[in-house]
Nanobody
């Protein structure tokens, strides 16, 4: 049974930083490309989640949404089966529930990030 468990969310002031983690089990983590998605307040459907960042199975290639380029960094530790998202220079518009994802359709339960003064 595949499990993805996100941690690290919370309340942070604008300009602050957070690091999200996603612990994976039940799959050969090193064989999967992984992604972070987010669901903004008011978005109720899974289809409304937006891609934040993705990383190849080996970690050699990454991709970011334009809105987070230069502020967020996705990384992974295949020895520990953990996916990370380092979020710096946070803005109020980054407020969302953040999910990790692996194909074909594996989602974590999400972690809330709130950016507010």
């Amino acid at each position: 049974q595949v499990q993805l468990v996100e941690t690290g969310g919370g309340l942070v002031q604008p300009g602050g930083s957070l690091r999200l983690s996603c612990a994976a089990s039940g799959l050969t983590f090193s064989r999967y490309a992984m992604s972070w998605y987010r669901q903004a307040p008011g978005a109720e459907r899974e289809e409304e989640r937006g891609l934040v960042a993705s990383i190849t199975s080996t970690g050699t290639s990454t991709n970011y949404a334009d809105s987070v380029k230069g502020r967020f960094t996705i990384s992974r530790d295949n020895a520990k089966n953990i996916l990370y998202l380092q979020m710096d220079s946070l803005k109020p518009e980054d407020t969302a529930v953040y999910f990790c994802f692996a194909l074909p359709n594996y989602w974590g339960q999400g972690t809330q990030v709130t950016v507010s003064s």
